[in-house]
């Protein structure tokens, strides 16, 4: 059993910066990776960022690259995703993930509740 906790999330202009936290507890796996997924209103949920259970590994989007940054902290129980240069498309539900897998999804997968960041213009 595996619980995600999400915060974080919230209003901000277009340009401005974020950092979502993630804390993990219960019985993670250590072969796991934590990452982020996002979702908008009518769209699918996509790839945002992933590390590996040591921290040691990072994965990134495309069009996350230069902006996102995911880390972990020193007990390997919280990811955070430090997010600069917002913009309106960024405007989405954040969720954490715990799962075998870094950029798609699986049925093993344990996810937080998501937050909402919203980017104005």
């Known amino acids: 059993q595996v619980q995600l906790v999400e915060s974080g999330g919230g209003l901000v202009q277009a340009g401005g910066s974020l950092r979502l936290s993630c804390a993990a507890s219960?019985?993670?796996?250590?072969?796991?990776?934590m990452g982020w997924f996002r979702q908008a209103p009518g769209k699918a949920r996509e790839f945002v960022a992933a590390i590996s259970g040591s921290g040691s590994s990072l994965y990134y989007a495309d069009s996350m690259k230069g902006r996102f940054t995911i880390s972990m902290d020193n007990t390997k129980s919280t990811v955070f995703l430090q997010m600069n240069s917002l913009k309106p498309e960024d405007t989405a539900v954040y969720y954490c993930?715990?799962?075998?897998?870094?950029?798609?999804?699986?049925?093993?997968?344990?996810w937080g509740q998501g937050t909402q960041v919203t980017v104005s213009s």
């Open positions: 219960g019985r993670t796996f250590s072969s796991y990776f």
């Open positions: 993930k715990h799962g075998p897998s870094i950029a798609t999804t699986t049925t093993n997968d344990y």
